[in-house]
T-cell receptor, first 112, second 113 residues
Framework: DAGITQSPRHKVTETGTPVTLRCHQT?????MYWYRQDPGHGLRLIHY???????DKGEVSDGYSVSRSKTEDFLLTLESATSSQTSVYFC???????????FGPGTRLTVL | GESVGLHLPTLSVQEGDNSIINCAYS??????FIWYKQESGKGPQFIID?????DKRQGQRVTVLLNKTVKHLSLQIAATQPGDSAVYFC????????????FGKGTMLLVSP
């Protein structure tokens, strides 16, 4: 998985609780991305980062926030989880904005 | 939970056959294309890529063909093996600022021994 880890790998939580997912890379790549993957929708970009403290919204950013305080870590936070955020979340990294993105193993999140 | 592979078009082949998976991309300005393989419960895995200045690129048992005229991309897998069973999807770089890859929904490849 190209030196990318995600934690936790599985999580079950209740509606209304905060949740933070972590992506850690050892490749020193500048760009990091958070996607969600749902049946019938494919991969959809939530947020991305183009450097430390530099982030921007993707296609489905509502209800999510991110932070990147170090090159190697990119955090995705659901401030108040909802059932519609039940999904598989993938982190990806790339060296430049136009290069191949390499994906982590994913986090399966269930919001009850 | 529901598998990401449900609701996808499916290609069923016999072991040893050649497989062709197709993808129509959306943006004529896209200049970079990637094929990914995703096995059940795992993250997408890079297979092969191609830039818009090429029509064909070959890897180990895989070939990607690009037809810019009709905005079509295909992945050919030679001598398909049971281990090739997975969801395959293409991605295009629309080259619009920081918004990078746009992903197709994928095709499930099932290989029977």
């Amino acid at each position: 998985d190209a030196g990318i880890t995600q934690s936790p790998r599985h999580k079950v939580t209740e509606t209304g609780t905060p949740v933070t997912l972590r992506c850690h890379q050892t490749e020193n790549h500048r760009y990091m991305y958070w996607y969600r993957q749902d049946p019938g929708h494919g991969l959809r970009l939530i947020h991305y980062s183009y450097g430390v403290k530099d982030t921007d919204k993707g296609e489905v950013s509502d209800g999510y926030s991110v932070s990147r305080s170090k090159t190697e870590d990119f955090l995705l936070t659901l401030e108040s989880a909802t059932s519609s955020q039940t999904s598989v979340y993938f982190c990806a990294i790339s060296d430049t904005s136009t290069d191949t993105q390499y994906f982590g193993p994913g986090t399966r999140l269930t919001v009850l | 939970g529901e598998s990401v592979g449900l609701h996808l078009p499916t290609l069923s082949v016999q072991e040893g056959d050649n497989s062709i998976i197709n993808c129509a991309y959306s943006n004529s300005a896209s200049d970079y294309f990637i094929w990914y393989k995703q096995e059940s419960g795992k993250g997408p895995q890079f297979i092969i890529d191609i830039r818009s200045n090429m029509d064909k690129r070959q890897g180990q048992r895989v070939t990607v063909l690009l037809n810019k005229t009709v905005k079509h991309l295909s992945l050919q897998i030679a001598a398909t093996q049971p281990g090739d069973s997975a969801v395959y999807f293409c991605a295009e770089n629309t080259n619009s600022g920081y918004s990078t890859l746009t992903f197709g929904k994928g095709t499930m490849l099932l290989v029977s021994p």
